[in-house]
């Protein structure tokens, strides 16, 4: 994959509300910061910048504040990441600006509801995280964030056995609806998280 038109590598994380798309960002800031890159996160929601404070508080220390922000999309996620991703693409200017080093900078998307996927010129790489919790027969319903994502992610596989959800069958409906990769995840733990870093490593940082 080139990164053509710009100087930062970008990851879209895009999902359904509520799937575990700010916990992912938990768990692989972290993670990026240990291997050496300087990471920036921009997190999109509808009316408030609660995703962006969460996180500001939870990467005190290892990520420069001013390197997490929040944009607010109004009504429709997939307008700020796909339509129209000028208001992102411009927060993602004035990271550079501060922070001319910054080697990756993570976007996670509002919560939508199957259909979202990341303009290309706002991001490189795209995960779609969903989650065990919201039915097994999500990847069957071949929602356009699910089969077009570079990465799908399948979160919180620790519930799966609480809600009656087959792993396996979703694993298998991945593979049937997809031509890309998918991991399986537990935010909770991290279990699956280095999988997902290999993926992104991959697909833009090594690119
Ligand atoms: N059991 C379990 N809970 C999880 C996991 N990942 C996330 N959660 C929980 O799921 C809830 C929603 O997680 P978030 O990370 O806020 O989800 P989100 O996709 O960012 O939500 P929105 O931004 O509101 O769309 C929180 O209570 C998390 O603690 C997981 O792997 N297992
Ligand atoms: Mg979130």
Redesign the pocket.
Known sequence: MSLTHRDVATVGIG??????????V?EMVPKLREAGLDVGVIAN?ILTQA?ADALRERFEGIVPEDLVAGVETGACPHTGIREDPSMNLAQVDDFLDAHPELDLVLV?S??DNLAATFNPELADYSLY?I?VAEGEDIPRKRGPGVVECDLLVI?????APHVGADLDAMKRDAETVRDGPFVA????TGAGVGDVLEHVREGVLFA
């Open positions: 999902g359904p509300v509520g799937s575990g798309k700010t916990s992912l938990t929601d995703d996670e509002g919560g995280v989650s979160n919180k596989t620790d519930l995840t537990n935010c909770k």
